[in-house]
């Protein structure tokens, strides 16, 4: 089965320094994966998506993730924090539920702070 | 008016009322999912409903029943809940069901059980 887990449930930066959130994932296949994030009292939004046509993906907001199948992982980067990007980020990866569906299950979050 | 919408969006219940989650598309998609987000929990998927068709209940409690009336509109029926399920209930909808195009949320009804 298809799985994803992101290590560390808080990471703490300053304004202004690298952001490196750690996705690891599990998968029999070429997985499909993804990154999203959730600000206080919203649903869901999608930062970026891997689907194999390229190892590194830019998303929205100068996120960007590099998929390495050598070490099974999909880690989210920003060179320079800002304080809008606080909030909980959540790695997903798209799994075969059946014949006629897929499905996307989630990593277990990690809340990002930063300071100024 | 886009994207996916959840009414209402926050909602208090006692454990014998009888209530209902609302989410409407207007993206044109054909599928539909609800998803449970409880506190220091992952996210959980309940219900996946493909064209109109409910594909997959996730060992679902039976007091939660799901309808989906047309590609448009998804509800989720509340009846004798337990404090326990007290969470963000979400509501996200993809394009095609079998391809991997990522889903897109509404921003989710927060639901308390007293």
């Known amino acids: ?116 | 008016e886009t994207g996916v919408t959840q009414t209402p969006r926050h909602l208090v219940m006692g454990m014998t009322n009888k209530k209902s989650l609302k989410c409407e598309q207007h993206l044109g998609h054909n599928a539909m999912y609800w998803y449970k987000q409880s506190a220091k929990k992952p996210l959980e998927l309940m219900f996946v409903y493909s064209l109109e068709e409910r594909v997959e209940n996730n060992s679902v409690p039976s007091r939660f029943s799901p309808e989906c009336p047309n590609s448009s509109h998804l509800f989720l029926h509340l009846h004798t809940l337990q404090p326990e399920d007290s969470a963000l209930y979400l509501c996200a909808s993809s394009q095609d069901p079998r391809q991997s195009y990522g889903y897109t949320f509404g921003s989710g009804t927060r639901l308390t059980v007293v």
């Open chain 1, 1 to 116: 089965a298809q799985s994803v887990t992101q290590l560390g449930s808080h990471v703490s930066v300053s304004e202004g320094a690298l952001v490196l959130l750690r996705c690891n994932y599990s998968s029999s296949v070429p997985p499909y994966l993804f990154w999203y994030v959730q600000y206080p009292n919203q649903g869901l939004q999608l930062l970026l998506k891997y689907t194999s046509a390229a190892t590194l993906v830019k998303g929205i907001n100068g996120f960007e993730a590099e998929f390495k199948k050598s070490e099974t992982s999909f880690h989210l980067t920003k060179p320079s924090a800002h304080m809008s990007d606080a909030a909980e980020y959540f790695c997903a990866v798209f799994m075969r539920g059946g014949t006629s569906y897929g499905k996307l299950t989630f990593g277990q979050g990690t809340i990002l702070t930063v300071h100024p």
